[in-house]
Every structure is written in structure tokens, then in C-alpha cells.
């Protein structure tokens, strides 16, 4: 063999047969990454919505403790959580006002957090004793969760795509301690997150 004729066989290519096989496998793979995708944009969306509740309560009883003034949490229009600072003179200051990316809160499940908050509100959010609208609660400067009459709140804030069950999650504060809990919903029971 010369070397010409060996240089010819080194430079031979894929055949077709190995190309097909080649994109068949990597057109099931792409189907694949896409039909999982569309399943957990959902859960990232209730996840990103609960995230919200939880760092506006978490900065809300922060603010309450470290600056001693009231802090009071507003959750209005279905879509905005508003975190307002009660002064010394009567008047107010918005501290941050935040949108909820997508959807809105609202009652997606009808099970109970561990927590035992009774969410049986049907705009999914529960604080027993708690009035007006848009529903207003605060945080003390000792960290307790109270309602607009001084009694302390235990509830729950329900978040998620309304159109789908599996977005569901739970935001819980206890009113005598200020704790607060993430859950998630996985189909038959809540998770602590």
C-alpha cells in the first residue's frame, strides 16, 4: 500500500446509517429535556412566589426588631405584598412594595400545613381575627405577628399558579414567636422546605 492510498482511507467519513442513529438519539434526548421542563416550570414559578412571601415576612420582622417600630405586612390586589413601617407620629412609610412574577395567591390545596394554621380561606390567605381590605398584620418590635387589634396571629399564606395544583406553597407564621415556615406541596402531602 502506498502512501497516497493510505491517506485516502484516513480521510473516509461518517456513513449515513451513523448519522441518522446520531440525530435520532439526540432528537429523543432534546424531547426528553423538554417535556421535564414544561412539567417543573410550575414548581419553580410556586417556588419563586413562596421565596417572596418569606423574604418580605423575613424582612418585615426584621426591620420591626432591629429599627423598634411596628411593621406592618399588606398583601393587596392578589398580586403585591407591601411592607409598611408604622412611625412614632401616626403617619407611615412603604418600606418595599413587591409584585409576585407570576400568577397570584390563592387556595390551591385543600390539605392543611403541618402547622395547623386552618387554611380555609378561599383567597388562601388565613389569619384568624385579622381584618380589612386589603388584609393588614404586623410585626412588633419584640417579633411577635399581631393583627390590628394587638392579639397575636397564627395563619397561613397560600401561594402558587392557580391553574395548577402542583405549584402550591405554603408560607405559615407563628404569631408568639414570629416563626416563619416554607412548605411545599408534592401532591399528597406538604414538605418543609
Known amino acids: ?36 421542563m414544561s412539567s417543573t416550570r410550575a414548581a419553580m414559578k410556586g417556588d419563586a412566589a413562596m421565596r417572596l412571601v418569606l423574604s418580605q415576612l423575613n424582612y418585615a420582622r426584621e426591620n420591626a426588631i432591629t429599627q423598634r417600630r411596628n411593621m406592618k405586612v399588606v398583601f393587596d390586589m392578589g398580586t403585591r405584598v407591601q411592607v409598611v413601617r408604622e412611625e412614632t407620629d401616626g403617619t407611615t412609610t412603604t418600606l418595599q412594595s413587591v409584585f409576585f412574577e407570576s400568577g397570584q395567591y ?24 385579622a381584618t380589612g381590605t386589603p388584609l393588614q398584620i404586623r410585626f412588633t418590635p419584640d417579633g411577635k405577628f399581631v393583627n390590628q387589634d394587638g392579639a397575636m396571629q397564627n ?32 401532591g399528597r402531602n406538604w414538605q418543609l422546605v
Not at 492510498?5 to 448519522?19: F, N, P, Q, V
Not at 401561594?159 to 406541596?185: C, E, F, K, N, Q
Request: a negative charge; proline letters at 3%; charged letters at 20%.
Open 155 to 186: 395563619g397561613t399564606v397560600l401561594v402558587g399558579l392557580l391553574s395548577d395544583p402542583l405549584s402550591a406553597r405554603a408560607v405559615t407564621v407563628m404569631g408568639s414567636t414570629g416563626r416563619i415556615r416554607g412548605y411545599r406541596w408534592d
Open 106 to 129: 390563592g387556595k390551591l390545596v385543600s390539605a392543611d400545613t403541618p402547622d395547623g394554621f386552618h387554611n380555609d380561606s378561599p383567597d388562601g390567605i388565613t389569619f384568624s381575627g
Open 1 to 36: 500500500m502506498t502512501m497516497a492510498e493510505r491517506c485516502r482511507k484516513s480521510e473516509a467519513g461518517y456513513s449515513l446509517i451513523e448519522m441518522v442513529v446520531v440525530v435520532g438519539i439526540m432528537s429523543l434526548v432534546s424531547g426528553m429535556a423538554v417535556f421535564q
